[in-house]
């Protein structure tokens, strides 16, 4: 079992920059997928972008790519999510989650989440 603790939310600027960290505890880390999802106010929870275990292979949701970039440190346990050209409609409660298998669904453990809000 992994718990996971997302931090680093907040307000940004529309065109700037927010960088999310989930650390990890619990065993075998570096077992673990980790991936990234967002839910906007009355929106369904959706994928953002996710991370093999070994950090080779990354999924992004279409309107991330190019802006957003996953990364992990298995040393460090902890994975994280680089918000590069924020838009207003980021703003979401993110979260961080984990699993043994890699894609952009089925994920077994969740973070409680971090809230982003871009403004305009």
């Known amino acids: 079992q992994v718990q996971l603790v997302e931090s680093g939310g907040g307000l940004g600027q529309a065109g700037g920059s927010l960088r999310l960290s989930c650390a990890a505890s619990g065993r075998a880390f570096i077992s673990y997928s980790m991936a990234w999802f967002r839910q906007a106010p009355g929106k369904e929870r959706e994928f953002v972008a996710s991370?093999?275990?070994?950090?080779?292979?990354?999924y992004y949701q279409d309107s991330v790519k190019g802006r957003f970039t996953i990364a992990r440190d298995n040393a460090k346990n902890t994975v994280y999510l680089q918000m590069n050209s924020l838009k207003p409609e980021d703003t979401a409660v993110y979260y961080c989650a984990a699993d043994r298998q890699f894609g952009r669904s089925g994920y077994s453990y969740w973070g409680q989440g971090t809230q982003v809000t871009v403004l305009s």
């Open positions: 991370i093999s275990w070994g950090g080779g292979q990354q």
